[in-house]
């Protein structure tokens, strides 16, 4: 299996060891890419608006594209980050910001609809949720249509610290997921995604976007007619 991980920060801290630890214990022979964040994307997104004429007129635009590609390429994205003021951390904000022209709305890339997706984030006692939703709501507008989330508070400010009992916690956790993502079958493509498709695809018709450009992406794509993105080999 491919997989790309993105780590929402530099640091190889609790977020980071978590995510290896699932992706360690998916069984098979998988290849793995990893990048972080700020390390591998170190600008904001500017509200120039280019990247909806041309993606490739972004400022960022090889630096993202470098990171896009490996997305693109793998079976399975996972994203790690601390949960920062409850939310995802800044970088991976800074990421979905620089790549909204992939969601929906926009101009998907039709290979998201046929990946897997898994979400964690590490605080160190309030709710993960806020961080988890963040990340997990993004990748459901890129077309991603099974998403899972881990989150757990692991009490500590760095990984060496986070007491045995809890890390014996997370081990189980992320054993059950790894086995579960390891059987590599195609994902599920629910209602949500499906229904979600066809509003933005009902805007598109109706020229409702924010370039004529959109709407010629998805006519290429069979998309206003009977093309699926999720059934494409
Ligand atoms: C800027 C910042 C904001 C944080 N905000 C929260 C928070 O809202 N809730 C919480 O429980 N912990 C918060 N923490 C603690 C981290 O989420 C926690 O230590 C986490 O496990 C760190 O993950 P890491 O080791 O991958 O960096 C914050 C830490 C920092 C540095």
Redesign the pocket.
């Known amino acids: 299996m491919d997989i790309a991980i993105i780590h929402g920060?530099n640091?190889k801290?609790?977020?980071?060891h978590v995510g290896r630890l699932l992706v360690d214990q998916i069984p098979g022979e998988n290849e793995i890419t990893e990048f972080f964040l700020p390390r591998d994307l170190n600008h904001f997104c500017l509200g120039c608006y280019r990247c909806i004429e041309n993606d490739a007129d972004c400022p960022w635009y090889e630096q993202k594209k470098a990171i896009v590609d490996a997305m693109e390429r793998a079976d399975l994205l996972v994203f790690t980050t601390?949960?920062?003021?409850?939310a995802p951390s800044a970088s991976m904000k800074a990421l979905f910001d620089l790549t909204f022209t992939m969601w929906m709305s926009h101009r998907p890339r039709g290979s998201m609809f046929r990946k897997k997706a898994v979400v964690i984030s590490?605080?160190?006692?309030?709710p993960t949720t806020g961080a988890l939703k963040g990340v997990a709501q993004n990748l459901f507008y890129w077309g991603v249509p099974e998403i899972y989330r881990y989150g757990t508070?692991?009490e500590?400010?760095?990984?060496e610290s986070v007491k045995p009992k809890i890390k014996q916690k997370i081990e189980k956790a992320t054993a059950k997921l790894a086995k579960k993502l390891g059987k590599n079958t195609p994902p599920r493509v629910g209602i949500k995604t499906r229904f979600m498709f066809f509003m933005m695809a009902g805007m598109q018709k109706a020229n409702y976007n924010a370039s004529p450009i959109e709407k010629e992406y998805w006519q290429h794509e069979g998309w206003l007619g009977k093309a699926r993105p999720w059934k494409n080999a």
Do not use: E, F, I, L
Not at 13 to 16: A, M, T
Not at 82 to 86: A, D, F, L, N, S
Not at 122 to 126: E, M, N
């Open positions: 920060q640091h801290g609790s977020s980071y601390p949960t920062y003021c409850m590490t605080s160190a006692g309030s508070r692991v500590a400010m760095n990984w």
